[in-house]
């Protein structure tokens, strides 16, 4: 052992965050002073500390919560790459809306076991929406398996004892399941609110579900938002080809860029059929040309063609290609990920800088792409023209 290995390094601070004390961190949501909706605060960022993170706590004036998740970030490690002492927490935490008094504080412990107080939260939670929402689902939660109606706070279907989890108020037909905004991705956020309007008349004070809502920016007291993980504005967590409603149920059904990440989309479609009332219309937009892409898993593409056999015995009044998905959407998004996903920097340049024209070649027996050959495994899976299994029985 020489010297320099028994030298203990001052702790130097890396360049990323916001500085208190010691302590570095930087919050992902909630932004001060916005205005939160749903059922809970949700609360993701970092903190880096030079003695290294033991756990992060919430403080309220109504309670402590604990974080639900930790994880390492890639963002971060690559921020934080050059430093002796690269460590980090990220953290992510609810904060359900009957414990949140308009603030709450951040407290970290050291793995030296000294509790520090590094963000003071000041967002607002609307809950108003959500619980309107709620309240209308009780009315019309069943047991997926049987059909039975479903109380508020029961552990288990009366009928045939399948469990029913509760997290806060919102029930869960697929057990505890740890938010996608725990796994510190980026959640893509769908303005649906600006997609429906032109499909389905949204004032005519009917009750609709959004089936696979994700984390729309904006929710309604009329509109129900069935997810398979809990995001702060969801009423339910159920799957999709197993919806917790009799049939019959809704005016109208939007299923927005969702089933190509539904394994069964027979099911699917077949069961939001079910859950609609006669005369009611459902807007239903899939993925053609879309490469591999998210949350959580992406299973099957449909064409226009394949859309229709979905749901097929369904008066369809209309089909075809919406503004938000024409070819340019599909091009930008090709080259993009092309371009992104080059492990060789020559290349990725080389590529940059050729006209469509250079990409195209003679259009015959000149194919330029082909000789572009450094992309990661990722992007290839991600932009592959088809795929294959080897199988035997
Ligand atoms: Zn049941």
Not at 171 to 200: C, K, N, T, W
Request: net charge negative.
């Amino acid at each position: 052992m020489n010297e320099s290995d028994n030298q203990v390094l001052p702790p130097e601070i890396p360049q990323a965050g916001r500085q208190v004390g010691d302590m570095q961190y930087f919050i992902e949501f909630p932004k001060a002073g916005l205005l939160c909706t749903g059922s809970f605060v949700a609360v993701r960022g970092w903190v880096w500390h030079p003695k290294g993170i033991e756990t992060v706590e919430c403080r309220t004036s109504r309670g402590r919560i604990p974080t639900k998740t930790r994880f390492g970030r890639a963002d971060v490690f690559k921020a934080l790459s050059e430093h002796p002492r690269a460590f980090h927490t990220g953290f992510y935490l609810e904060i359900e809306h009957d414990i949140w008094a308009s603030g709450a504080e951040l407290w970290a412990e050291s793995c030296e076991g000294e509790w520090a107080r590094f963000h003071t939260l000041d967002a607002d939670l609307d809950d108003g929406s959500f619980g309107r929402a709620q309240k209308r689902l009780l009315e019309i939660l069943v047991c997926p398996s049987c059909y039975r109606s479903i109380d508020f706070h029961i552990p288990a279907c009366a009928g045939c004892g399948r469990p029913v989890e509760w997290m806060g108020d919102v029930p869960s037909f697929l057990g505890p399941r740890p938010s996608p905004l725990a796994r510190g991705e980026q959640v893509s956020r769908h303005p649906v609110m600006e997609i429906i309007p032109e499909y389905l008349d949204l004032d005519s004070g009917g009750l609709f579900l959004d089936a696979g809502a994700g984390w729309p920016p904006d929710s309604r007291p009329d509109i129900i938002q069935v997810e398979i993980e809990r995001f702060p504005s969801t009423n339910v967590v159920a799957d999709g080809a197993e919806l917790p409603f009799r049939p019959e149920t809704f005016d109208g059904i939007i299923s927005h860029a969702v089933m190509e990440h539904v394994k069964d989309p027979f099911g699917y479609a077949a069961d939001l059929v079910r859950v609609l009332k006669p005369g009611g219309k459902f807007i239903c937009h899939s993925a053609f040309l879309q490469p591999l892409h998210g949350y959580p898993y992406h299973y099957f593409n449909t064409t226009l063609e394949g859309l229709k056999v979905l749901f097929e015995g369904v008066k369809i009044l209309d089909a075809g290609v919406s503004k938000f998905q024409l070819p340019w959407v599909t091009l930008e998004w090709i080259l993009r990920s092309y371009c992104a996903g080059f492990t060789d920097s020559d290349e990725k340049e080389r590529f940059k800088n050729m006209k469509v024209g250079d990409l195209l070649g003679d259009m015959d027996e000149d194919r330029p792409l082909r000789q572009f050959q450094s992309l990661t495994e990722e992007t290839t899976l991600e932009l592959a023209a088809g795929v294959y299994i080897l199988g035997e029985r």
